[in-house]
T-cell receptor, first 116, second 110 residues
Framework: GAVVSQHPSWVICKSGTSVKIECRSL??????MFWYRQFPKQSLMLMAT?????????EQGVEKDKFLINHASLTLSTLTVTSAHPEDSSFYIC????????????FGNGTRLTVT | GENVEQHPSTLSVQEGDSAVIKCTYS??????FPWYKQELGKRPQLIID?????GEKKDQRIAVTLNKTAKHFSLHITETQPEDSAVYFC?????????FGRGTSLIVHP
């Protein structure tokens, strides 16, 4: 079945450094990739939506210069957290969707980011 | 945009009991309603979904009902087991980005 492979599963970085999270869709083409962050015991908060070959659309309150999203192909999307700060520590999850109307979301395993 | 309300936030049941989680949505254009189960530290997994052309769907111990007039849909789990313990999210969508509810933490006591 459709799978999204997300790496790394966890990362610890120092404040001020950048971290790249990668999501690859396996066995399907992710026309759209959604990026979420999830704080403990809270829901999935949509950060941005990216479509292959075009610029990502960011949700209100999400800094596009801080959270760089690239969706260069139908099977790869990346999120780079630039100049990370402790408040960026969270669980980041990607979710891919193919181009069929109302097709299910296929989630990655998530990345636990801890910024010290 | 779409607004999804989910209740309860926490649900505690005894093994073998039934559990019901309810969601309401605001946009009448929504026509796709998936439910996800998320175990601690893991990714959400689609467990069942329903589209607006049906009112009920069942898959073994899990069922979902949809009332488009009232704009609410519910997840029903029968004969609950300890392994059903997780956070469940509803979502509502259409030709646009699905919106998630806040989640329900289901605890099944053995």
């Amino acid at each position: 079945g459709a799978v999204v492979s997300q790496h790394p599963s966890w990362v610890i970085c120092k404040s001020g450094t950048s971290v790249k999270i990668e999501c690859r869709s396996l066995d399907f083409q992710a026309t759209t990739m959604f990026w979420y962050r999830q704080f403990p015991k809270q829901s999935l908060m949509l950060m941005a939506t990216s479509n292959e070959g075009s610029k990502a659309t960011y949700e209100q309150g999400v800094e596009k210069d801080k959270f760089l999203i690239n969706h260069a192909s139908l099977t790869l999307s990346t999120l780079t957290v630039t100049s990370a700060h402790p408040e960026d520590s969270s669980f980041y999850i990607c979710s891919g969707q193919d181009d069929q109307l109302n097709s299910p979301l296929h989630f990655g395993n998530g990345t636990r980011l801890t910024v010290t | 945009g779409e607004n999804v309300e989910q209740h309860p936030s926490t649900l505690s049941v005894q093994e073998g009991d039934s559990a019901v989680i309810k969601c309401t949505y605001s946009d009448s254009a929504s026509n796709y309603f998936p439910w996800y189960k998320q175990e601690l530290g893991k990714r959400p997994q689609l467990i069942i979904d329903i589209r607006s052309n049906v009112g009920e769907k069942k898959d073994q111990r899990i069922a979902v009902t949809l009332n488009k007039t009232a704009k609410h849909f519910s997840l029903h789990i029968t004969e609950t087991q300890p392994e059903d313990s997780a956070v469940y999210f509803c979502a509502a969508g259409g030709s646009y980005i699905p919106t998630f509810g806040r989640g329900t933490s289901l605890i099944v006591h053995p």
